[in-house]
């Protein structure tokens, strides 16, 4: 059941402990080639300007966006890379956290955390209309060691900071009033914006290792016991509604259009109904997911542990042929798929290993997006050079200007401190 109390001051475990260390946590969003590979060849010392071949480039149509050695001059090593929204948020080996624009690189601003950051950061948009109404500014939430921060999205400025009396095991994320934290005491803690207050809790049956999700009035949110649990985003538990599966929850779900995509051990992919906790459908994998799944238009994006990326259908439809197909059916499959990168006009990007003398590699795979025919791979030209790489969830075709725009954009992240963003250049 749900309590409003004071905290309870928690034993640290060994556990606990490990998983302060980001580098170790299940839930990032980004990938690294050391995820993937087993002692990868570093390429460049760290320093050192990493540079795409303008050829190679042309060849696989293609162009540098921007890029930007900002990180590499002030002597800093990347450690975090992500894309949320319209910025690249970067941490560095110096404890500061830096976000750039999307579309330029230009550095927004640069804050100083001052130690470790210990889970991936989120933001929280306001509503347009609550911006004005509220004067509030979207913000960015992260948790450093023992506090939990909360700074301007716009500028970079501290809004307030909070040491939580428990363990986090995920990092946060916000609705309009309140910060969501899972604690290694299996409880999930909702945290006043206005007073950095504990407002609720709720235990459950195992720990709490991913990051919620938001969409108002609710709040989504899953544990190792193998439940999805949706609540009221201000009062708690208990819950509007619970869905079991039948294994474990390790990577973070994805709230899309008014459904949670949510994958488990139990080898399964959930599409389930925000509003009522329905299943819509289910997708079998063969293997449990590797990574939280992935959105971009009408597709969803899926890595198990056999090593395969299956693109479903997120809605019925009809292909080029005028076949019918029905939602949660797959589109196509990919083996040894790792990660979506972006969808381009006519492509999907898609970063793949590859067999190279009897060792593992990686390299950059163009598939047909609406039947994954492989276009072209890079042989590890371009990927086997990069140490981050991000999902980018925009479409170049939406009808949304904005979204247009960040379309078929890849960003990589080289470790010696610099950031490149490479574009489609032509229509095939």
């Given amino acids: 059941m749900a309590h409003r109390s004071v905290l309870p001051r928690l034993v640290v475990t060994a556990a606990a402990l490990a998983i302060l260390t980001f580098g170790v ?47 590499r001059d002030a002597g800093e090593t990347i450690t975090y890379f992500e894309l949320i929204d319209d910025a690249l948020y970067v941490f560095t080996d110096a404890f500061s956290l830096y976000a750039f624009d999307y579309n330029s690189g230009m550095v927004r601003w640069k804050f100083d955390v001052g130690d470790e950051l210990s889970f991936p950061l989120s933001v929280y948009n306001y509503p347009t209309e609550e911006k004005e109404r509220l004067a509030v500014y979207d913000e960015v939430f992260f948790i450093s060691r023992d506090h939990l921060f909360a700074i301007d999205k716009q500028n970079g400025s501290l809004l307030w900071k909070k040491r939580v009396p428990f363990s986090a095991s995920a990092g946060p994320t916000a609705s309009q009033g309140y910060v969501y934290v899972g604690s290694w005491d299996d409880r999930v803690y909702s945290i006043d914006k206005n007073d950095q207050r504990s407002q609720w809790f709720w235990r459950t049956d195992d720990d709490v290792t991913t990051r919620s999700v938001e969409k108002s009035p609710n709040v989504y949110m899953c544990s190792q016991d193998g439940i999805v649990y949706s609540f009221d985003a201000v009062k708690g538990g208990p819950p509007t509604w619970t869905f079991q599966c039948e294994r474990s929850i390790r990577h973070d779900p994805l709230l899309y259009r008014n459904r949670l995509y949510v994958g488990s051990d139990d080898m399964n992919v959930y599409s389930i109904g925000i509003l009522d906790g329905l299943l819509e459908w289910r997708y079998p994998t063969g293997a449990p997911i590797a990574r939280a799944p992935s959105a971009i238009r009408n597709t969803i994006y899926v890595v198990s542990e056999n090593n395969r990326l299956d693109a479903i259908h997120r809605r019925k439809g009809r292909t080029r042929d005028g076949k019918v197909f029905r939602e949660g059916e797959v589109k196509w499959s990919y083996p040894l798929g790792r990660q979506v990168l972006a969808k381009g006009r006519e492509n999907v990007y898609i970063l793949a290993e590859r067999e190279v003398a009897g060792s593992r590699g990686l390299k950059l795979v163009a598939l047909d997006e609406a039947e994954g025919f492989v276009r072209w791979d890079d042989d590890g030209r371009i990927a086997e050079t990069v140490d981050y790489f991000v999902t980018n969830d925009q479409d170049p075709l939406s009808p949304i200007q904005a979204e247009a725009n960040r379309g078929g954009i890849l960003y990589f992240g080289f470790k010696g401190g610099v950031i490149i963003a490479i574009k489609e250049r032509v229509k095939y």
């Fill in 25 to 71: 946590t299940a839930c990032r969003t980004f990938t690294t080639r050391r995820d993937i590979l087993e002692n990868p060849k570093r390429r460049f010392a760290a320093g050192k300007a990493p540079s795409l071949d303008p050829e190679t480039l042309d060849d696989l149509f293609f162009e540098i966006y921007w890029d930007t050695k900002v990180l």
